[in-house]
């Protein structure tokens, strides 16, 4: 008998699980179809009454968060105290976090109108109590769709154009000057990596800005965002077995596809990857963790400090080419 | 339920699912069917053409009824040529309806067709649908009396058939059903997942020209 409500459960997870991967386009098809109130043609505006500091000439960093990820306003401690890291070692770069990637429309699980609007809720209560981590890791797995749509060659485009839209959005925010249009950075952590590669082509077309990626141990697709970017560092741990994934999961990233995008930018030079320590993906011992290295060093100040390293080459390079 | 048990059989590739088939002449005529829902979920599954579109939900509606009835016509077509091919090769041919539900239930693995839906591994996930799908005919043939290797060329030449109206019938094969699916879709779906990022760069460049002119 227990037997049998054992696979019942299994069944039922599975079916579970199928479903809502089957649902997960549905969000950026009903953002497309002007559904949810927004229009997906209009452009963000910057809004001068925030933004006190005239028309900002600097570096632009926008951090995009990892799967776990519920709200661009509500990040974890540990996000924090990396964004921090990185702004005491690369002063000279405006860092934008408030920005929720896994949604076209940028709306945060936790703001309404949303059909699961209780769930999210019910379930960030959870993981503010830290319990129940195998409920909280639905949020993980709607996140992890949400990539997979991005990647995804149907509706990649229009989602990844949402994600550019609310990118963009945050940036006139922040005081980015588009008239200018100074180089922009995205830095994104596991799914974010493929979101803020995605997103590229969009955001190239709408600025005309240099776009930089940094992945911090990113799972990146062969999409065509990578074929719009500038440069794309992949920094990566040791022990990070789910960025490995990145290279198995995306077919097209096989050395049998030599054209595509992700192949040719390697090829081209335009993606350059490195090892920063022995870290894992998350938790503890994972990039923003407080696990150490064999040389003492917390695994999150190694990742903010090459991070930083990576911002203060490229600022580097920009201003040298500016001078006459 | 004979339906379903019908098409659990079939789908599985048992002989036994042929021999019900052939004892009622009920489940001939509801397998007629399997390819209009079978079109339906297909075009489910790839309705991100029509969301591109920003088609009505009535038209929606009508579009998938439409990609059955599509679907009913390739089957019938199918069915002519396997009985075309049957008569070069061998002296007598199958009962035509009985060739004709054959190849209808050949379509049960596309009830799937909605998965297609899945991101990213959908478009894969309807490779394998075709694939099914292709076996299940040649094995349905094979199980009428047809030889192995006529089984073959039949399901090859309706793999044919199938690919010609899914990618270029339109153009093709039937130039009539281009028109009709802008009459159904209400207009002429001209975004495809193809072509949608060239026309949202062009917007956002033009977008930003405008914001850069009124600063």
């Known amino acids: 008998m227990i037997e049998h409500w054992a696979l019942l459960s299994m069944l039922l997870g599975a079916a579970i699980f199928l479903l809502a991967g089957a649902l997960s386009p549905i969000e950026s098809f009903a953002w497309w179809a002007g559904w949810l109130d927004e229009d997906p043609a209009s452009f963000p505006e910057r809004d001068a009454e925030a933004f006190d500091g005239g028309k900002e000439e600097r570096f632009f960093a926008v951090y995009l968060a990892g799967i776990d990820s519920i709200a661009g306003d509500k990040t974890t401690r540990r996000t924090e105290r990396f964004l921090t890291l990185i702004e005491a070692a690369a002063p000279e770069v405006t860092i934008v976090s408030d920005v929720f990637p896994y949604a076209p429309s940028g709306r945060p699980l936790l703001a309404g109108p949303r059909l699961f609007l209780k769930t999210w809720r019910a379930l960030y209560r959870l993981k503010l109590r830290r319990r129940s981590s195998i409920l909280s890791n639905i949020i993980n797995l709607r996140n992890l769709y949400q990539v997979l749509v991005s990647a995804d060659h149907r509706y990649g485009p229009i989602f990844n154009a949402g994600a550019a839209h609310v990118i963009l959005d945050a940036l006139l925010r922040a005081g980015y000057d588009l008239e200018k249009a100074p180089p922009i950075c995205i830095i994104g952590y596991s799914g974010g990596g493929q979101i803020a590669a995605a997103s590229a082509e969009f955001l190239k077309a709408a600025t005309g800005a240099r776009i930089t990626v940094i992945s911090v141990g990113g799972i990146i697709a062969s999409t065509p965002g990578v074929a719009a970017l500038d440069m794309l560092h992949h920094l990566y741990g040791e022990k990070d077995s789910v960025q490995r994934l990145g290279a198995i999961m995306f077919p097209e990233r096989w050395g049998v596809f030599p054209y595509s995008h992700w192949n040719l930018a390697k090829a081209q030079g335009r993606i350059q990857a490195r090892c920063i320590g022995a870290m894992g993906h998350d938790r503890v011992g994972g990039y923003l963790g407080e696990g150490v290295d064999e040389d003492g060093e917390p695994f999150i100040r190694k990742t903010a400090t090459a991070v930083a390293e990576v911002l203060k080459a490229e600022t580097a390079a920009i201003s040298a080419c500016a001078q006459p | ?215």
């Open chain 2, 1 to 215: 339920m004979g339906v379903l048990s019908l098409l659990f059989e079939t789908m599985r590739f048992h002989e036994r699912g042929y021999d019900l088939l052939a004892d009622s002449r009920a489940l001939i005529a509801l397998s007629f069917f399997i390819p209009f829902f079978a079109g339906a979920s297909e075009m489910a599954g790839q309705s991100v053409t029509l969301v591109l579109n920003r088609v009505s939900r009535f038209r929606f509606a009508a579009s998938l009824a439409f990609t059955g009835i599509v679907y009913i016509l390739t089957a019938f077509i199918w069915a002519l040529l396997t009985l075309l091919i049957a008569s070069l090769f061998v002296s007598q041919a199958p009962p035509p309806l009985l060739v004709c539900s054959v190849i209808a239930l050949s379509f049960g693995p596309r009830l799937f067709g909605m998965l297609t839906i899945a991101p990213y591994y959908g478009e894969f996930l309807g490779r394998l649908l075709d694939g099914w799908m292709i076996a299940c005919a040649a094995h349905g043939i094979h199980a009428l009396g047809l030889p192995g290797h006529v089984a073959a060329i039949c399901s090859v030449a309706g793999w044919a058939i199938w690919s010609l109206s899914r990618n270029a019938g339109d153009k093709l094969l039937l130039p009539v059903i281009g028109r009709i699916e802008v009459f159904v879709a209400g207009s002429p779906l001209v975004l495809s997942s193809r072509n949608v990022s060239e026309l949202i760069k062009e917007r956002m460049a033009a977008l930003q020209k405008a914001a850069r002119d009124d600063d």
